[in-house]
């Protein structure tokens, strides 16, 4: 069974940089695709992204290169979401969610992640 | 890449069916049959009720079916039950290893 554990949330200022964690405490991460979703205060989901485990390759979607990184340590089985230059706008609950592939949906979500940006 | 278009919202009575619709372009929902649609209650992560346009994960009751004709994906909700008031979102491949997401629909049953 997969269960998804990210971290706690966080307060930063406008400028600064983030970096969410998605433990995977399951027994199926190194052949898994791991999404990265966001929904701000009251608004729909967006998908961000996602990084494949078996060879670490991420690919963004359309508005989030550049300020947004994937990455992973298979050592501790966990995916990381680093957000640099952070904006107001970014302002949302972050979500990791797990899939055996890109295409048959997310079968396993994290609790998600309230990342807040204000001066 | 655009959102696929959604419904705001969508009610029913409890044991009535509702539907939802979820339309996209040929590049996606048209294109593929990879369509999935996500619950989501107020203030918990969304859980997949449909993959692949009409398959169910296990433990989804079969109330829950999925439909696609031409760029318009449905998911309907038969059988209406109180616990089935939620936000629900529809999701598609889009090709080049991208997906795309729904605008979302909030059921309410009245």
């Known amino acids: 069974q997969v269960h998804l554990v990210q971290s706690g949330s966080e307060l930063k200022k406008p400028g600064a940089s983030v970096k969410v964690s998605c433990k995977d405490s399951g027994h199926t991460f190194s052949n898994s695709a791991i999404n990265w979703l966001r929904q701000a205060p009251g608004q729909g989901l967006e998908w961000l992204g996602w990084i494949t485990t078996y060879t670490g390759n991420p690919t963004y979607a359309q508005g989030f290169t550049g300020r947004f990184v994937f990455s992973l340590d298979i050592s501790v089985s966990t995916a990381y979401l680093q957000i640099s230059s952070l904006k107001a706008e970014d302002t949302a609950v972050y979500y990791c969610?797990?899939?055996?592939?890109?295409?048959?949906?997310?079968?396993?979500w994290g609790q998600g992640t309230l990342v807040t940006v204000s001066s | 890449q655009s959102a696929l278009t959604q419904p705001p919202s969508a009610s029913g009575s409890p044991g009535q069916s509702v539907t939802i619709s979820c339309t996209g372009t040929s590049s996606d929902v048209g294109f593929y049959n990879y369509v999935s649609w996500y619950q989501q209650h107020p203030g918990k992560a969304p859980k997949l009720m449909i993959f692949?346009?009409?398959k169910r994960p296990s433990g989804v009751p079969d109330r829950f079916s999925g439909s696609k004709s031409g760029n318009t994906a449905s998911l309907t909700v038969s059988g209406l039950q109180a616990e089935d008031e939620a936000d629900y979102y529809c999701?598609?491949?889009?090709?080049?290893?991208?997906?795309?997401f729904g605008t979302g629909t909030k059921v309410t049953v009245l």
């Open positions: 969610a797990r899939g055996s592939d890109i295409l048959t949906g997310c079968d396993s």
């Open positions: 692949e346009v009409n």
């Open positions: 999701s598609s491949y889009a090709g080049s290893n991208k997906n795309v």
